[in-house]
């Protein structure tokens, strides 16, 4: 079955970066688009950055454009979200998600096949 591992949260410091990973296994991921999600607290779960696997075109939200860059290692089976100038409303658990559909890519959750199971950046001020 399909799995999504993430790793690479962490607590830093506003201003500077992480780089979050996502070790994707179980199908054949070339026809899909990765996208990573976030979720604060009390807020609904949000659309961050999606990357089509095969061609690697990348989505982002204005929210996160110029801060972040979403890339994947084919070889690894590995999507990555590196985030520059982090601020303490980037704070959220961060999601990866895979849609293996090969439509409009989807800034929506519900369209998403596949999900892990998360990793928590915390920014503070």
């Known amino acids: 079955q399909v799995q999504l591992v993430e790793s690479g949260g962490g607590l830093v410091q506003a201003g500077g970066s992480l780089r979050l990973s996502c070790a994707a296994s179980?199908?054949?991921?070339?026809?899909?688009?990765m996208g990573w999600f976030r979720q604060a607290p009390g807020k609904d779960r949000e659309f961050v950055a999606a990357i089509r696997w095969s061609g690697g075109n990348t989505y982002y939200a204005d929210s996160v454009k110029g801060r972040f860059t979403i890339s994947r290692d084919n070889t690894k089976n590995t999507v990555y979200l590196q985030m520059n100038s982090l601020k303490p409303e980037d704070t959220a658990v961060f999601y990866c998600?895979?849609?293996?559909?090969?439509?409009?890519?989807?800034?929506?959750?519900?369209?998403?096949?596949?999900w892990g199971q998360g990793t928590q950046v915390t920014v503070s001020s």
């Open positions: 179980g199908r054949s991921f070339s026809s899909c688009t």
């Open positions: 998600a895979v849609d293996r559909s090969l439509g409009v890519v989807g800034t929506t959750p519900r369209v998403y096949d596949y």
